[in-house]
């Protein structure tokens, strides 16, 4: 198994829809949760962190889910603009303070 | 505010050359230190991270090493290039767990 996993992609979404991605993660020890955003032949960046009671930053929300060891990230009213890769990343705090990232899922944001 | 500054952005070289890309960070001092590579399509792998001058870990093993000879300076090299060195490598710095890519060097080893 994985130590993190995302669901497989391509999503393709019309504009204006709501799009859910999810990540689980193997290492229930993890401490640290993030969801970042790579557009096409760029650098990761931050898209934003995630915490256990939850967090929104506009249209996007972020949870966490300890007990199913589990995060998701729920992106509303879908723009052109969003169109990019999501990547999950798990901190872990075995034998030093591990950052692991999934291997992203591509959103296509459709007109 | 901090920066982290990557160079050069692009390069290809031949199969058997050596390699040597580097990473500097401003703004911030005694940062925890990562280089990654991103193959086509593929997700990030990290191979090395630094939490300070001299201090090295290694995460996979592999023809490439790095060193950080100064506080902010972090470099990834290779004595020989190998066609699978091809990718995408990416620097990186944390704070409180977050982290923030440089630009990248986009690899090509023909």
Not at chain 1, 15 to 27: D, K, L, P, R
Not at chain 2, 10 to 19: A, D, E, F, N, Y
Not at chain 2, 55 to 63: A, G
Not at chain 2, 70 to 86: M, W
Request: a positive charge.
């Amino acid at each position: 198994r994985k130590e993190v996993e995302q669901d497989p992609g391509p999503f393709n979404v019309p504009e204006g829809a709501t799009v859910a991605f999810n990540c689980t993660y193997s290492n229930s020890a993890s401490q640290s949760f993030f969801w970042y955003r790579q557009d096409c032949r760029k650098e990761p960046k931050l898209l934003m962190s995630v915490y256990s009671s939850g967090n929104e930053d506009g249209r996007f929300t972020a949870q966490l889910n300890r007990a199913s060891q589990y995060i998701s990230l729920l992106i509303r009213d879908s723009k052109l603009s969003d169109s990019a890769t999501y990547l999950c990343v798990v901190i872990g705090n075995t034998g030093g303070f591990k950052t692991i990232f999934g291997a992203g899922t591509r959103l296509f944001v459709k007109a | 505010s901090q920066t982290i500054h990557q160079w050069p952005a692009t390069l290809v070289q031949p199969v058997g050359s050596p390699l040597s890309l580097e990473c500097t960070v401003e703004g911030t001092s005694n940062p925890n230190l990562y280089w990654y590579r991103q193959a086509a399509g593929r997700g990030l792998q990290l191979l090395f991270y630094s939490v300070g001058i001299g201090q090295i870990s290694s995460e996979v093993p592999q023809n490439l090493s790095a060193s950080r000879p100064q506080d902010r300076q972090f470099i990834l090299s290779s004595k020989k290039l190998l066609l699978s060195d091809s990718g995408f490598y990416l620097c990186a710095w944390t704070n409180r767990g977050e982290q923030y890519f440089g630009p990248g060097t986009r690899l090509t080893v023909t």
